[in-house]
């Protein structure tokens, strides 16, 4: 085939991939809008006959019974969408506009999108369906609630307390497009608690609105649950663990980073410095450097930092990047410590502690080391 025919049928790929998103996204819409008004309209009926939850049960049986081709009304699921209108009724978000959300956010893959598309196809997008037009109008489709997948929202309405933090998550959930295994991930990792609590100088270093955005890059504690370590790891062992796993380590460090290398070289006059893991972020448009520290943080490490950035920003920044970022994660630190240490440095850099699943005590003693097992190895060829 010549190279025409293929970039042609290439484009055709793109805006038939482009097109099929756009109608799995729309549809999506509508079936929210269809679930907040069955919400409303059980919770108003229950309001002003005093039925109870038996309502809701007989319902469940008589859809299924008359639209027997159609998924999505179950008795689990009615009582979900009647949660979901109690729950966001009186809040902003039904009149928010989701206008962040942009198609080029999502591959024609993404869970996110396509992850509930097989129960809102058999929810009938027919716009003659009565059960359809009872929901025109009722929540608008450029509302935040109407950009994520109804799946989605059943895992935020059961493990999120409030609406401050149901926004969060689903905010976070557009913006990094999130599976819904991943947004459990998230809310059981509390990340609403870490997310951008990292103590930091970057008020101080960098101009607005990069400031903002590093600050909220940064958690405090990082978890790296999905390792488990002896608790006297030594640093390079971390640091090759973390690499191994970099796409978990990726989704904990959040949306933006790509990594560069581990122990990468400097050459500072005569000298060669290494840097623990070296990462450029897409959206600061900068260099990131993390050091990893298994004890207490001591000043001396910021100091140590300010002169990894310095190096930085002389031998790899360009004139379209910003300045570089540091990253200091310790296994602990003291507050007061951390903040006069970062007082009068230049350079900007964050510090948060961070946590690993620590193998038990009586597993450790037990398991041979590393020169017991190369010993063994070399018995046996």
Same mark, same amino acid.
């Given at each position: 085939?010549?190279?025409?025919?293929?970039?042609?049928?290439?484009?055709?790929?793109?805006?038939?991939?482009?097109?099929?998103?756009?109608?799995?996204?729309?549809?999506?819409?509508?079936?929210?809008?269809?679930?907040?008004?069955?919400?409303?309209?059980? +919770?108003?009926?229950?309001?002003?006959?005093?039925?109870?939850?038996?309502?809701?049960?007989?319902?469940?049986?008589?859809?299924?019974? $008359?639209?027997?081709?159609?998924? =999505?009304?179950?008795?689990?699921?009615?009582?979900?969408?009647?949660?979901?209108?109690?729950?966001?009724?009186?809040?902003?978000?039904?009149?928010?506009?989701?206008?962040?959300?942009?198609?080029?956010?999502?591959?024609?893959?993404?869970?996110?999108?396509?992850?509930?598309?097989?129960?809102?196809?058999?929810?009938?997008?027919?716009?003659?369906?009565?059960?359809?037009?009872?929901?025109?109008?009722?929540?608008?489709?450029?509302?935040?609630?109407?950009?994520?997948?109804?799946?989605?929202?059943?895992?935020?309405?059961?493990?999120?307390?409030?609406?401050?933090?149901?926004?969060?998550?689903?905010?976070?959930?557009?913006?990094?497009?999130?599976?819904?295994? +991943?947004?459990?991930?998230?809310?059981?990792?509390?990340?609403?608690?870490?997310?951008?609590?990292?103590?930091?100088?970057?008020?101080?270093?960098?101009?607005?609105?990069?400031?903002?955005?590093?600050?909220?890059?940064?958690?405090?504690?990082?978890?790296?649950?999905?390792?488990?370590?002896? +608790?006297?790891?030594?640093?390079?062992?971390?640091?090759?663990?973390?690499?191994?796993?970099?796409?978990?380590?990726?989704?904990?460090?959040?949306?933006?980073?790509?990594?560069?290398?581990?122990?990468?070289?400097?050459?500072?006059?005569?000298?060669?410095?290494?840097?623990?893991?070296?990462?450029?972020?897409?959206?600061?448009?900068?260099?990131?450097?993390?050091?990893?520290?298994? =004890?207490?943080?001591?000043?001396?490490?910021? =100091?140590?930092?300010?002169?990894?950035?310095?190096?930085?920003?002389?031998?790899?920044?360009?004139?379209?990047?910003?300045?570089?970022?540091?990253?200091?994660?310790?296994?602990?630190? $003291?507050?007061?410590?951390?903040?006069?240490?970062?007082?009068?440095?230049?350079?900007?850099?964050?510090?948060?502690?961070?946590?690993?699943?620590?193998?038990?005590?009586?597993?450790?003693?037990?398991?041979?080391? +590393?020169?017991?097992?190369?010993?063994?190895?070399?018995?046996?060829?």
């Amino acid at each position: 085939m010549d190279k025409t025919y293929i970039d042609w049928i290439e484009s055709l790929k793109q805006k038939i991939k482009s097109a099929q998103l756009k109608a799995s996204i729309a549809v999506n819409e509508e079936m929210i809008r269809l679930y907040w008004d069955i919400g409303k309209s059980i +919770v108003e009926k229950q309001e002003s006959f005093a039925w109870g939850s038996k309502v809701v049960e007989q319902l469940a049986k008589d859809l299924k019974r $008359d639209l027997p081709d159609t998924n =999505g009304f179950s008795r689990t699921n009615l009582f979900a969408m009647r949660k979901f209108y109690s729950f966001f009724k009186e809040s902003e978000l039904i009149h928010q506009a989701g206008g962040q959300v942009r198609i080029g956010d999502f591959s024609e893959s993404s869970s996110i999108v396509q992850q509930d598309v097989g129960q809102i196809e058999n929810t009938g997008s027919n716009l003659n369906n009565p059960i359809v037009q009872q929901a025109v109008g009722q929540l608008t489709p450029n509302s935040v609630l109407c950009k994520i997948p109804w799946g989605h929202h059943i895992v935020i309405l059961n493990k999120t307390q409030s609406i401050k933090e149901a926004q969060f998550y689903i905010q976070q959930t557009i913006q990094n497009n999130w599976s819904r295994s +991943v947004l459990e991930m998230q809310l059981a990792s509390k990340l609403i608690e870490r997310q951008g609590k990292a103590q930091n100088n970057f008020e101080l270093t960098l101009p607005k609105p990069q400031s903002d955005l590093a600050r909220e890059t940064l958690k405090d504690p990082f978890k790296f649950d999905f390792l488990t370590l002896e +608790v006297n790891v030594q640093e390079l062992e971390l640091e090759r663990k973390l690499t191994e796993n970099i796409t978990q380590f990726l989704l904990e460090l959040g949306k933006g980073f790509a990594f560069v290398g581990r122990q990468y070289p400097l050459q500072v006059g005569n000298k060669e410095r290494r840097l623990d893991l070296l990462f450029y972020h897409i959206k600061m448009h900068c260099y990131v450097v993390i050091d990893l520290k298994m =004890g207490e943080f001591e000043p001396e490490y910021a =100091g140590k930092m300010n002169y990894y950035l310095s190096a930085i920003d002389k031998l790899l920044k360009t004139e379209q990047d910003n300045p570089s970022v540091g990253i200091i994660l310790c296994k602990s630190k $003291d507050t007061l410590e951390v903040e006069y240490a970062l007082q009068d440095m230049n350079k900007p850099m964050g510090i948060s502690e961070f946590t690993f699943s620590e193998l038990p005590q009586l597993i450790q003693r037990n398991m041979p080391s +590393v020169e017991e097992l190369e010993n063994e190895l070399n018995k046996l060829t």
